[in-house]
């Protein structure tokens, strides 16, 4: 895969983040992130509902994903043209197929509002995630670490999340670690992008 590392060492702290975990700043060009605000805001965004409360955070999916009632992978919506060139960059980026990318879910995040621990399903493969208009901190933490009786501060890895970056979760980062995003100070949108295994 062009240009992806493994363990990487960001900003001047120089914590290194779990093997397959990348983050590249400016992945879009203003231009770019303005444009994708602008589509978005006019999305009938839904709040997910969570063990019997809606979230606070407003979502929408386009293409595959996964229904937890059927325990499959099920189709949706397409990608709207104005994804493609998102998605078509990614693809490039990580030097696989167009067709690889075969799932979007937008995120609104409001100010207080955020995402707990989770992995996501193992049914897709790499998963890239895109910031807009806001910031936000992405924290790691090893998938074994939840088991813990007293969950240690140590086992917590953080990376500031800055608008028009992407980051991208394979490899050990994105099978042996959970992830979330505390509660936002401010308005911020992200689109996650997800592919299939290879065959």
């Given at each position: 895969m062009k240009g992806v590392q493994g363990q990487q060492k960001l900003f001047d702290s120089g914590a290194v983040l779990p093997n397959g975990f990348v983050y590249r700043a400016n992945f879009l060009t203003e231009e770019e992130e303005r444009e994708l605000i602008g589509y978005i805001e006019d999305l009938p965004l839904t709040h997910p509902m969570q063990e019997g409360y809606a979230a606070k955070r407003r979502v929408m999916n386009f293409g595959w994903s996964y229904d937890f009632a059927k325990a499959k992978l099920v189709k949706g919506p397409p990608l709207p043209p104005f994804l493609i060139p998102c998605a078509n960059k990614i693809a490039k980026w990580l030097d696989i197929p167009k067709s690889a990318v075969v799932e979007a879910l937008i995120t609104e995040y409001?100010?207080?509002?955020?995402?707990?621990?989770?992995?996501?399903?193992e049914s897709f493969d790499s998963i890239i995630g895109i910031s807009l208009s806001g910031w936000c901190r992405l924290r790691l933490r090893p998938t074994w670490s939840r088991m813990r009786r007293k969950r240690m501060t140590r086992d917590i890895q953080e990376v500031e999340v800055a608008p028009r970056s992407a980051y991208l979760m394979q490899h050990e980062s994105r099978w042996d670690f959970q992830h979330s995003v505390p509660k936002v100070s401010e308005l911020r949108y992200s689109i996650t992008f997800r592919t299939l295994p290879k065959a």
């Amino acid at each position: 895969m062009k240009g992806v590392q493994g363990q990487q060492k960001l900003f001047d702290s120089g914590a290194v983040l779990p093997n397959g975990f990348v983050y590249r700043a400016n992945f879009l060009t203003e231009e770019e992130e303005r444009e994708l605000i602008g589509y978005i805001e006019d999305l009938p965004l839904t709040h997910p509902m969570q063990e019997g409360y809606a979230a606070k955070r407003r979502v929408m999916n386009f293409g595959w994903s996964y229904d937890f009632a059927k325990a499959k992978l099920v189709k949706g919506p397409p990608l709207p043209p104005f994804l493609i060139p998102c998605a078509n960059k990614i693809a490039k980026w990580l030097d696989i197929p167009k067709s690889a990318v075969v799932e979007a879910l937008i995120t609104e995040y409001p100010k207080g509002a955020a995402i707990g621990w989770h992995r996501d399903n193992e049914s897709f493969d790499s998963i890239i995630g895109i910031s807009l208009s806001g910031w936000c901190r992405l924290r790691l933490r090893p998938t074994w670490s939840r088991m813990r009786r007293k969950r240690m501060t140590r086992d917590i890895q953080e990376v500031e999340v800055a608008p028009r970056s992407a980051y991208l979760m394979q490899h050990e980062s994105r099978w042996d670690f959970q992830h979330s995003v505390p509660k936002v100070s401010e308005l911020r949108y992200s689109i996650t992008f997800r592919t299939l295994p290879k065959a």
